[in-house]
C-alpha cells in the first residue's frame, strides 16, 4: 500500500504525512490510522477513535476499534443506539475475546429482539468460531421455531454439523421423525443423518418404508446413499423402474442389480419374462441376467414372443441344451396364432416327426414348406408328397414332390398325370414327361410321345418331346 512505502518521511514528519491521508476509501484510511498507532501510540489511537465514531466508515469501525485494542471502543459499537444490527453483531463478537460476559448479554439481547431468522441464522454462523455452545443455542432455536421453514431448519441443522455433528444427528433425527413436518424436510434431514452426522440409514429407512420419497427424488436419494446402504438404493432404484417402461426401466433395474446383485436380477428377470416388454430387447438383454435366468427369459420369449425372436430364443436355449430347444421348438410349431410357413418351419427345427405331420395337416402352411417337412419324414412324407404331386397349384411343387416319392412306380404315375394336365403350362408338361420317364422308361415314353403328338402344344415343346424319345 503507498501509505506505508519506505519512501516516506520518518517520525513526526510521517504522522503529519499520514494526518493528512486519513481520507478516502475506508479501507485507506484504517490503514494509515493502524501505520500512526505504530509510529505514536497516542496519536494512533486518537485516529482510530475518530474512525470508530464516522459512521460512514460502515463495518470498518468495527477493525479500527480492534486495531486499538480499546475495549471500551469495541464496546461502544455494541450499544442499542447503533441501527445497524450488522455491525453491532460485528462488534459483539469482535468483543467476545475482551468481555464475553458483555458480549453474551448482548447478543442474547438482540437474539430476542430480532424476528428475521435469515438474521439469526447469520449470527450464529459468525458466533460460532468464538463461542460453539451460543451459536448452538441460537441454531436450535431457529430449528425448534414454529417460524422456520425447512430450508431455514436445514441451514441451522448444518450450522450444528460444523462444531457438534452428534448434536447434529440428534436433531436431525427428531426432524425426520416428526410426522408434523413436511416430507421434503424429513427426507433431507434423515439424508444429513446418513452422509453427515453418523452414517447411520435406519431413519431414511423408516421414511423409505413408509412410502415418504417422491418419484422425483427416488435416483438422487439412490446416488447419495449408494456406498453406505446398497440394499436401500437398490429399492429406490427398483422403486423408480416400477414406473418406467422398455428400455429405460431396465437401465434403472441394471443400477440396482449393480447394487444388490439378487434383487436387481430378480427384477430385470421378471420384466425380461413380461410378454409386454419389446421382444427384442427381451432377447438382447437377457445375457446380463445369471445362466438359469437367462434360460428362463428365452424359454419364456419361445413361448410367448413374435415368430423371429421367438425362433431365436430357441435357438439361444438349444446351445445349452439340446433337447430342451428341440422341446421349445415344437412348442412354437404348435401356436395356432402364428402362419403355417412360420410353424413348419419350427416343426422342423424340432426335429420331431409326429410334429411335422401334424403341422402338415394344417389348412395355410404354403405347398412349398409343406414340402420341406415332408423331407424329414423320410418314407413316411410319401403321404404327403402324392397329395401336393396331385393337387399342388404350383408346378413346381407338384413335380418335386412326385420325383421325391420313395416308389419309382408311384413318382412316374403322378409325374404323367401331371404332364396329361392340360390346364399346366408346356413347359412343365414336359419337364413332368421327362422325369417320369427316368422313373419308369415305359410310362415316361408314353407321356412324351402324347406331348408330342399334341396339336394344342407350342411346336417347340413338341419337338423337345419328341427329341427326349428318341434318346433312349
Known amino acids: ?21 486519513l481520507t478516502g476509501e475506508p479501507a485507506a484510511r484504517l490503514a494509515a490510522a493502524q501505520r500512526m498507532l505504530d509510529l505514536n501510540r497516542d496519536a494512533g489511537t486518537r485516529a482510530l477513535t475518530a474512525l470508530v465514531n464516522d459512521r460512514d466508515m460502515g463495518l470498518h469501525r468495527v477493525k479500527a476499534a480492534t486495531v486499538s485494542r ?9 450499544y442499542p443506539e447503533h441501527a445497524d444490527i450488522n455491525l453491532r453483531v460485528a462488534a459483539l463478537i469482535a468483543l467476545l475475546p475482551l468481555d464475553a460476559k458483555t458480549a453474551i448479554r448482548g447478543l442474547r439481547d438482540i437474539v430476542a429482539h430480532v424476528h428475521r431468522l435469515e438474521i439469526l441464522l447469520d449470527l450464529a454462523e459468525a458466533v460460532q468460531p468464538h463461542h460453539k455452545e451460543f451459536a448452538l ?23 450444528i454439523g460444523t462444531s457438534a455433528p452428534d448434536r447434529a444427528g440428534e436433531l436431525a433425527t427428531g426432524l425426520a421423525r416428526d410426522t408434523r413436518n413436511a416430507a421434503g424436510l424429513r ?35 439412490a446416488e447419495s446413499v449408494g456406498s453406505l446402504d446398497r440394499e436401500l438404493a437398490a429399492d429406490l432404484y427398483l422403486d423408480e423402474a416400477s414406473r418406467l417402461r422398455g428400455r429405460q426401466r431396465l437401465e434403472v433395474q441394471r443400477k440396482a442389480m449393480n447394487l444388490h446383485p439378487s434383487k436387481g436380477m430378480k427384477a ?29 427369459v428365452y424359454e419364456s420369449l419361445a413361448e410367448t414372443g413374435s415368430f423371429d425372436y421367438a425362433f431365436a430364443a430357441a435357438e439361444k436355449v438349444r446351445e445349452r441344451d439340446a433337447a430342451r430347444g428341440r422341446e ?3 412348442v412354437i410349431a404348435q401356436r ?5 410357413g412360420n410353424r413348419m418351419k419350427a416343426a422342423i427345427a424340432s426335429g420331431d416327426k409326429r410334429v411335422i405331420e401334424r403341422v402338415n395337416r394344417v389348412k395355410g402352411v404354403p405347398e412349398r414348406d409343406r414340402l420341406s417337412g415332408a423331407r424329414h419324414l423320410g418314407k413316411a412324407g410319401d403321404r404327403v408328397r402324392a397329395g ?15 420325383m421325391e416319392l420313395s416308389s419309382d412306380r408311384r413318382a412316374a404315375d403322378l409325374l404323367a398325370e401331371h404332364s396329361a394336365n392340360r390346364t399346366a403350362a408346356a413347359e412343365s408338361r414336359l419337364e413332368a414327361a421327362i422325369e417320369a420317364r427316368k422313373r419308369n422308361r415305359k410310362i415316361g415314353n408314353g407321356a412324351l410321345k402324347a406331348l408330342s403328338e399334341d396339336p394344342e402344344i407350342p411346336k417347340a415343346v413338341r419337338r423337345r418331346a419328341e427329341k427326349e424319345r428318341g434318346r433312349w
Not at 2 to 20: K, N, S, T, V
Request: no cysteine.
Open 1 to 21: 500500500m503507498a501509505l506505508l512505502d519506505r519512501d516516506h518521511p520518518d517520525g513526526p514528519a510521517q504522522l503529519a504525512w499520514l494526518a493528512d491521508h
Open 137 to 159: 443455542e441460537v441454531a436450535e432455536g431457529v430449528i425448534t421455531s414454529a417460524r422456520a421453514d425447512s430450508a431455514e431448519r436445514l441451514a441451522a441443522l448444518r450450522v
Open 328 to 330: 421349445l421348438f415344437a
Open 336 to 340: 395356432g396364432s402364428l402362419p403355417g
Open 268 to 296: 430385470v428377470r421378471e420384466t425380461l419374462m413380461d410378454r409386454r416388454t419389446d421382444d427384442r430387447l427381451r432377447l438382447e438383454e437377457a445375457r446380463h441376467l445369471s445362466a438359469a435366468f437367462e434360460l428362463d
Open 388 to 402: 401336393l404331386a396331385q393337387s399342388a397349384e404350383d408346378p413346381f411343387v407338384r413335380i418335386t414332390a412326385a
Open 70 to 78: 480499546s475495549v471500551d471502543l469495541v464496546r461502544s459499537l455494541t
Open 187 to 221: 427426507l433431507d434431514a434423515a439424508l444429513l443423518v446418513a452422509t453427515k452426522y453418523g452414517g447411520s440409514t435406519k431413519v431414511l429407512r423408516e421414511l423409505v418404508r413408509a412410502g415418504l420419497v417422491p418419484r422425483g427424488r427416488l435416483v438422487s436419494l
